[in-house]
């Protein structure tokens, strides 16, 4: 009897340590079954074919990007420069498409070349010039968004139709994007598991000196390591180009983050040694379903970044706890017995998340639709105060009107834009609003939804080759315009100025340099002497006018594309400022209307933004209700001086 109880407890505790054994082994897996299961409970637009498509498509650049930095840090190193080297080779492919007169296969080739280039010159710095990794690729991070930000003149630059079509669909419903990166995680793995160079990263990242002292070249590894990963990137860029039917130099902007964290998530270890491309796909997955589902239960921004960090910490964590459990680490040359039990791991997973997912799907059977009307607003960025005011602007009529609108942030990245377009089609919203990053990137987004019978308006920006219902607008280069009239009178027609841009590559920056030029050709007495970029934020501004001042301390005038620009050329000029020297802004938010009534602000061209939002939902929901609407509404600009300061409501 004691032994028939010995046998019982210890079978017990044999099965609990192999499910812990199991979950601890998958634990990425095993927390991207938990998300998919859980957004689909949360959300009865999550489990559908076209979204879970778009997880899919959104996944894939983060992805490809991700299979390159395993390379590196399986081998103990880490690439801070893909995501501006992704930007630099889908440049170098447009450019040379277009401007060049390259063929498209050759400028494709010579796209990929930039990224090996980009690589080997990671590598040579690290091997032969001894340079940390992290400081290496940092720098080559500079180098390659400047160099884009050089050949594109800061200006999205068109793909030829062609390369256009790697972001279209086969057959009607399988994403190209989705299967590029079901190519690339395939030779991942091919070269982690089944290669010479594979066996090296891991012998490089478990022990450099053991792996040198054995006879391994590190130095020649570290080279091809590096140069596999400027591949990875350049595909990459080419993919999110295609998608987006342009290139954008400031594309891919923080996305090597995103690549590491998908690494780290999918069980790769920082200190080296481990990883694998199915676990690093894995973690790719978990946060294109975290961003997708957040979007769709209306999480707000801002809160997912805190989401998204938070995931980041824990697989760390867990990883930490592997390792003192002994879990299996996910490095070559594992059994074939092995790779079956993997095999079939992943087989038990997908059924299990099927049974559960169809279960949690009764939950949504039945249930009643809102009578509201739903719609969606994708706000290019949600950091300036003109942006928050239409946003404002746009719920409080929403609220008046009993529409339920749900708002996004595309944090100034037009691939993140596509996405969230991409899940207000999926998820059946009434009418979409956007307020383009890019007026050409969004292009391809705003053409699915029209497809989809979905009305859209675009607010403040046009989107470029793509039918709209209505474009509610300000004239960016008339409010230039006067922007440049008002500083020109306000010195008598003569003077010294200087003007401070907007972010490079888009297209309310365009437009208001446009204007700025346009309006100063009837004022030749006005010299300006210095123009650079201060990317619409308050501290840049500040930065710029002070380096600006030290070599033109005799400014008489300063004219900049944004209020938080002004501002920060105000601090600097200090008590100059409205003074000796005017300074004249741009949108009439709520700062910069109070600098203006204190005499520190000379004027700002304001384009009432609530108005805009609150027209740009009311003309949605005419749209959506069949309505004949304008296909365009100009809100005017207004020059605000300390003269009608009062009496101004944005």
């Known amino acids: 009897m004691a032994t028939d109880t010995l046998k019982s407890t210890t079978g017990a505790g044999a099965a609990s340590g192999g499910l812990r054994r199991l979950l601890l082994d998958n634990g990425a897996l095993t927390a991207l079954i938990v998300l998919v299961v859980a957004m689909s409970a949360l959300s009865g637009d999550f489990l559908t074919t076209d979204n879970l498509l778009n997880v899919g498509v959104q996944a894939a650049v983060t992805a490809v990007l991700a299979f390159g930095v395993t390379f590196v840090i399986v081998s103990a190193g880490i690439d801070l420069s893909v995501g501006s080297v992704a930007a630099l080779s889908a440049t170098v492919l447009a450019w040379s498409a277009t401007s060049a007169g390259v063929p498209v296969f050759a400028a494709v080739l010579l796209a990929i070349a930039t990224g090996v280039v980009c690589g080997l010159v990671n590598g040579i710095l690290i091997s032969y010039g001894k340079l940390p990794p992290f400081i290496a690729t940092l720098a080559m991070l500079s180098v390659a968004r400047g160099l884009s930000l050089v050949i594109s003149e800061g200006s999205p630059i068109a793909l030829p139709g062609s390369v256009s079509h790697l972001g279209d669909t086969l057959g009607g419903w399988l994403p190209v994007p989705v299967l590029v990166m079901i190519v690339m995680g395939l030779v991942a793995a091919f070269v982690l598991g089944r290669t010479y160079i594979g066996r090296s990263m891991y012998a490089i990242g478990g022990n450099e000196e053991a792996a040198r002292l054995s006879g391994l070249r590190v130095k020649r590894q570290k080279l091809a390591i590096y140069a596999f990963s400027g591949v990875f990137a350049a595909v990459a860029g080419v993919v999110l180009a295609a998608r987006l039917s342009s290139a954008q130099p400031q594309a891919a902007d923080g996305y090597e983050l995103d690549a590491i964290a998908a690494v ?83 087989g038990l997973a997908a059924v299990v998340t099927v049974a559960i997912v169809g279960a949690t799907s009764f939950l949504h059977n039945g249930s009643s639709a809102t009578s509201s009307p739903k719609m969606g607003l994708s706000l290019s960025t949600l950091n300036n105060p003109f942006f928050v005011q239409i946003r404002a602007g746009a719920q409080a009529e929403a609220k008046k009107l009993g529409v339920d609108l749900t708002v996004t942030d595309a944090q100034n990245d037009a691939s993140q834009q596509a996405n969230q377009l991409q899940n207000f089609t999926s998820s059946g919203l009434g009418a979409i609003i956007v307020n383009p990053v890019d007026s050409d990137a969004a292009s ?141 802004g741009f949108d009439g938010t709520p700062d910069g209307l109070k600098a203006v009534e204190g005499g520190t602000l000379y004027a700002s061209v304001a384009q009432q933004p609530s108005q805009l939002g609150k027209i740009a939902v009311d003309n949605a929901l005419r749209a959506l209700e069949g309505k004949k609407v304008e296909e365009t509404v100009k809100v005017p600009v207004k020059v605000v001086t300390k003269e009608n300061v009062a009496g101004f409501s944005g």
Do not use: C
Not at 272 to 291: H, Y
Not at 294 to 307: C, D, E, M, P, Y
Not at 311 to 340: E, H, M, N, Y
Not at 452 to 478: C, E, G, Y
């Open 444 to 584: 391809n987004s705003v053409k699915a939804a029209d497809k989809a019978d979905i009305p859209v308006v675009a607010v403040d920006r046009v989107v470029n080759n793509a039918k709209l219902d209505t474009l509610v607008a300000s004239d960016n280069v008339a409010g230039g315009e006067l922007a440049a009239k008002s500083i020109a009178e306000k010195l008598g027609g003569k003077g010294k100025i200087v003007i401070l841009q907007g972010q490079a590559g888009t297209s309310a920056a365009r437009e208001r340099a446009q204007g700025f030029a346009n309006g100063l050709k009837a004022y030749p007495g006005i010299k300006v002497v210095a123009q650079q970029p201060a990317d619409f934020d308050r501290t840049k501004g500040l930065d710029v006018m002070s380096n600006l001042l030290q070599a033109h301390p005799d400014v008489q005038g300063v004219i900049a594309a944004n209020d938080e620009m002004a501002l920060g050329a105000i601090k600097a000029l200090g008590p100059k400022a409205g003074k000796s020297v005017p300074v004249v």
């Open 264 to 346: 780290v998530i999918g069980g790769a270890s920082l200190a080296g040694g481990t990883g694998k491309a199915s676990g690093t796909l894995v973690g790719a997955l978990i946060l294109a379903v975290l961003r997708n589902g957040l979007n769709l239960l209306n999480v707000s921004a801002f809160w997912q970044q805190v989401v998204i960090g938070v995931v980041i910490a824990l697989a760390v964590l867990f990883d930490t706890l592997r390792r003192k459990a002994g879990a299996t680490p996910g490095a070559a040359g594992a059994s074939q017995g092995g790779k079956g039990r993997q095999a079939a791991t992943y």
